[in-house]
C-alpha cells in the first residue's frame, strides 16, 4: 500500500475510534456519577409469582409429641368441652413417626378446626391423608379440611364421614353451615385414604374440585370466599388421624382486565 493509501486508512480508523468514544461517553459519565457498573436493570419480579413458602407439606414429625404442632391454631364451634389437637407417635403413620389428631372427641353437635396461623391462600390444592376408624358402618362422625378461612365464622370445609361412605362440601358463612354438595363415596380398601382439594378459576367461573382416594367426587362453582387460611376439621365424635398436609398454590386463569367496551 502506498502512502496515500496508508494515511487515508489511518484516518479511518481514527474516526471510527472516536465515533465509539462519544457514542458511550454519556454512559461512562453516568457510570462515573453514579458509580456503578453500567448494565440493563434487571426486570422487576411479575406481580404474579407465587412465594415459595406457599409450598408447603406438615408431616408432624418434627413436633413433639402430646403438644399441638407448631405454626397452628385452634378453636371449637357448637357446645363441646375445650380439647386439643395433638402429635402422637405412631410407627404405623403414614410417614412415622407421627400423626396428628385430636386429644379427645367432641359432642355430636360441634366441630373442632385446626388452622395455620400465617398461610394464606387463593386458588391452591390441598392435600391430606386420612385414617377412618374402623366402624360398624353407621357414620358417628366427620372429618376433612378447611380452606378459604377469613375467621371462625366464615370458611368452606370438605369432609367424610367416619365410616367412608358419605361426602360434603360445606360453606359457613357468618356462623350459618350450607351444605353445597353432597354425594355417595366407595372408599379403596387402604388404611390411610387421600383426600384433595383444588380451588380454581376459569375466566369468570370459580370452582371447587374434590377427590377421594383419586376418584374425582364433586366439581362445583361457588366463589363466596376468597383468600383465607386452611387447616383440617372433624365435626361430631370424630377420632380420625391425619397426616401429611399439604398445600401448594394454583396459578389464577381469571382475566386481568374487563374485556374492551366494544
Known amino acids: 500500500m502506498n502512502r496515500l493509501g496508508t494515511t487515508f486508512l489511518q484516518a479511518a480508523v481514527v474516526s471510527i475510534v472516536i465515533t465509539i468514544v462519544v457514542s458511550i461517553m454519556p454512559e461512562l459519565a453516568r457510570v462515573a456519577r453514579a458509580g456503578e457498573p453500567a448494565v440493563t436493570a434487571p426486570p422487576k419480579p411479575s406481580q404474579f409469582q407465587v412465594p415459595f413458602e406457599l409450598f408447603k407439606t406438615w408431616s408432624f414429625d418434627k413436633d413433639k409429641s402430646e403438644q399441638r404442632p407448631a405454626g397452628f391454631s385452634d378453636f371449637i364451634i357448637g357446645n363441646g368441652e375445650t380439647t386439643s389437637w395433638v402429635v402422637l407417635q405412631d410407627p404405623n403413620a ?3 413417626p407421627n400423626v396428628l389428631k385430636q386429644s379427645a372427641p367432641c359432642s355430636p353437635d360441634c366441630s373442632q378446626v385446626l388452622l395455620v396461623d400465617t398461610l394464606q391462600y387463593e386458588y391452591l390444592d390441598l392435600i391430606v391423608r386420612l385414617r377412618l376408624p374402623a366402624t360398624s358402618g353407621e357414620a358417628n362422625g366427620e372429618a376433612g379440611v378447611v380452606f378459604g378461612a377469613r375467621d371462625q365464622q366464615n370458611y368452606y370445609a370438605v369432609t367424610i364421614d367416619l365410616s367412608g361412605k358419605k361426602m360434603q362440601i360445606t360453606r359457613v358463612q357468618e356462623g350459618k353451615a350450607t351444605a353445597l354438595a353432597d354425594s355417595d363415596v366407595t372408599s ?20 371447587i374440585e374434590v377427590f377421594f382416594d383419586s376418584t374425582q367426587i364433586f366439581s362445583i362453582e361457588d366463589k363466596t370466599f376468597g383468600t383465607g387460611r386452611i387447616g383440617l376439621i372433624t365435626r361430631g365424635a370424630a377420632t380420625a388421624e391425619f397426616d401429611n398436609l399439604t398445600a401448594a398454590p394454583l396459578y389464577s ?10
Open 94 to 96: 403414614q410417614t412415622p
Open 253 to 262: 386463569q381469571k382475566p386481568l382486565s374487563g374485556p374492551a367496551a366494544y
Open 188 to 207: 379403596k380398601p387402604v388404611v390411610w385414604h387421600l383426600l384433595r382439594v383444588r380451588r380454581n378459576t376459569l375466566l369468570s367461573k370459580e370452582y
